[in-house]
């Protein structure tokens, strides 16, 4: 999806949430790219990372699936389609 299909369902959204006064507003706020500490995901993210990957090569999807829920406890969606052919670095 394009920024500017995003913007624009933004924009549509906030304006449809302020004539009928039910919903939520949003406020989309952009993240400096070289600032992680501003990012609260960025630290979780960091320790995951390090945790699955495989220094030595690299890892099948399925493979790579398999070891983030399990370093985060959570159980593999299959609605989350990953070709056999990838390899993930």
Known sequence: MSRALVRT???EQNQQVKQSGKGVRILPLLLPKQSP???PI???WV???RAVVEPAGLLSVHELASRVCAYFGCSYEPHL???DSEKVP
């Open 9 to 11: 369902w933004i924009r």
């Open 37 to 39: 500490w501003l990012n």
């Open 42 to 44: 960025e630290p979780k």
């Open 47 to 49: 320790h995951g990372k």
């Open 81 to 83: 389609s990953l070709p």
